[in-house]
């Protein structure tokens, strides 16, 4: 079946450092979805990728889908401490509209 | 826009009780999605709802666990008899589906349930 990684579980940087979170998978995606979760909040949609090699900013935050569409990555430059929360990938079941998410990444940042 | 609205936001049970959580989607969504949320676990989806018609139940833990969909504008998921295995947040989403790709989903404010 279709396992898909997200790494790392934990990420603890200083204010002002760079910041990044992977899903991987064994299998190829159709798409990848990213989300942001505050501390005690619900999960906020930040972008969705669907092209091999597709590349996308949001200001400080970079989103890459790999090549050949098993991996995506999410980096964040110069990181603020409103960038604290969760990041979560979500990844797509084609035709039945159904994400399943990763197990996400906890972002803390020491001001 | 309202956004996606779930009652009650926190609810504190006894063990064997049953407990009804509520969802009302984003007006013209036609998906809706149930989730729960534990450290341990994660989020996990549990059922999701296509045009009010369930499509894919397969993550209800078991069959104490049941959802409703009567109309375009609520949901239920109700739980009966909760256990304290049960406690979490459970979250509604909802989107608009078209063109045979998922599009974002936007998340309810979730319901924190406490089973002791």
């Known amino acids: 079946g279709q396992q898909v990684m997200q790494i790392p579980q934990y990420q603890h940087v200083q204010e002002g450092e760079d910041f990044t979170t992977y899903c991987n998978s064994s299998t190829t995606l159709s798409n990848i979805q990213w989300y942001k979760q505050r501390p005690g909040g619900h999960p906020v949609f930040l972008i969705q990728l669907v092209k091999s090699g597709e590349v996308k900013k949001q200001k400080r935050l970079t989103f890459q889908f790999g090549e050949a569409k098993k991996n995506s990555s999410l980096h964040i430059t110069a990181t603020q401490t409103t960038d604290v929360g969760t990041y979560f990938c979500?990844?797509?079941?084609?035709?039945?509209?159904?994400?399943?998410f990763g197990k996400g990444t906890l972002l803390t940042v020491n001001p | 826009d309202a956004g996606v609205i779930q009652s009650p936001r926190h609810e504190v049970t006894e063990m064997g009780q049953e407990v009804t959580l509520r969802c009302k989607p984003i007006?013209?969504?036609?998906?809706l999605f149930w989730y729960r949320q534990t450290m341990m676990r994660g989020l996990e989806l549990l059922i999701y709802?296509?045009?009010?018609?369930?499509?894919?139940d397969s993550g209800m833990p078991e069959d104490r666990f049941s959802a409703k969909m009567p109309n375009a504008s609520f949901s239920t998921l109700k739980i009966q008899p909760s256990e304290p295995r049960d406690s979490a947040v459970y979250f509604c989403?909802?989107?608009?589906?078209?063109?045979?790709?998922?599009?974002?989903?936007?998340f309810g404010p979730g319901t924190r349930l406490t089973v002791l």
């Open positions: 989403a909802s989107s608009s589906v078209a063109g045979g790709l998922e599009n974002e989903q936007f």
């Open positions: 709802f296509n045009n009010n018609v369930p499509i894919d």
């Open positions: 007006s013209g969504h036609n998906s």
């Open positions: 979500g990844w797509g079941g084609g035709s039945n509209y159904k994400l399943t």
